[in-house]
């Protein structure tokens, strides 16, 4: 039984991606949108929080942030749309940490 | 104009998750219409907002980053960000726009708007304003 974990806040402003990360069972997945994209860049502090995560982050959130892929932490996935969907599917629950 | 005054605008969110950014640029440039003495201050997450390469093409939002490439035209030209704020972010100047001003009493010589500041030096720029505006 696994969970998607959304999170769209920045990591700089509110305890969101923290509380997740530290919430998720070994099975569970990240998924990064909106301002939360900015916790999967790898030269800021916050990318110490989603280390060992099975971690994604949405690309046009990114794209309109201006920051490219080859700036994210080890390991994050890019996916579009249609992996955000694929994403709901295969997991048994979605939690919005809103 | 004898009613000048020193007005400092504090942005402190990101671009595109809220409307701060964007409601900030408009009154930036209302007040600039009022020849007004317009600083802008970018701290904690309104670091975000100078970043250069946005692309909202994927998201149906308006880009309206290209705007802050424009305030020199509006003679705003002391653009404040917080060195604290970039380093947590693991940003450097390199990734934010490079905004420039012409000064016109030097034969329009090319200036940078951006003035990368301490937390204490931005406490200083505060304090010598008249007026505050947070977004």
């Not at chain 1, 916790?39 to 971690?55: L, N, P, R, T, W």
């Not at chain 1, 046009?60 to 992996?83: H, M, N, Q, T």
């Not at chain 2, 201050?41 to 309206?64: E, H, P, R, W």
């Not at chain 2, 016109?104 to 500041?117: C, F, M, P, Q, T």
Request: glycine share 8%; charged share 25%.
């Amino acid at each position: 039984m696994s969970i998607l974990h959304l999170v769209n806040k920045s990591p700089y402003e509110n305890s969101n991606l923290n509380t997740a990360s530290s919430i998720m069972k070994a099975d569970d997945v990240l998924l990064l949108i909106e301002d939360g994209v900015y916790g999967a860049v790898k030269s800021g502090k916050a990318s110490a929080m989603i280390a060992g995560q099975k971690v994604s982050v949405l690309g046009p959130d990114l794209a309109a942030r201006g920051i490219s892929e080859d700036k994210l932490a080890d390991g994050v996935g890019v996916i579009d749309y249609a992996g955000f969907v694929e994403l709901v599917e295969s997991n048994d629950k979605v939690q919005s940490w809103l | 104009m004898s009613d000048t005054k020193k007005f400092l605008f504090f942005n402190r969110k990101a671009p595109y998750g809220t409307i701060y950014a964007w409601e900030s640029l408009e009154v930036v440039l209302i007040s600039a219409a009022f020849e007004q003495d317009v600083s802008l201050a970018f701290m904690d997450d309104g670091v975000y907002q100078l970043v250069k390469g946005q692309d909202t093409s994927g998201i149906g939002m308006k880009n309206f980053s290209p705007t802050y490439a424009a305030l020199g035209d509006y003679e705003i030209t002391k653009i404040y960000v917080e060195k604290e704020s970039l380093e947590e972010r693991g940003l450097t100047l390199d990734d934010l726009q490079h905004l420039v001003w012409e000064d016109e009493d030097e034969d329009y010589a090319e200036k940078d708007s951006i003035r990368l500041v301490s937390r204490a030096e931005l406490g200083d720029v505060m304090a010598e304003q008249d007026v505050l505006f947070n977004f």
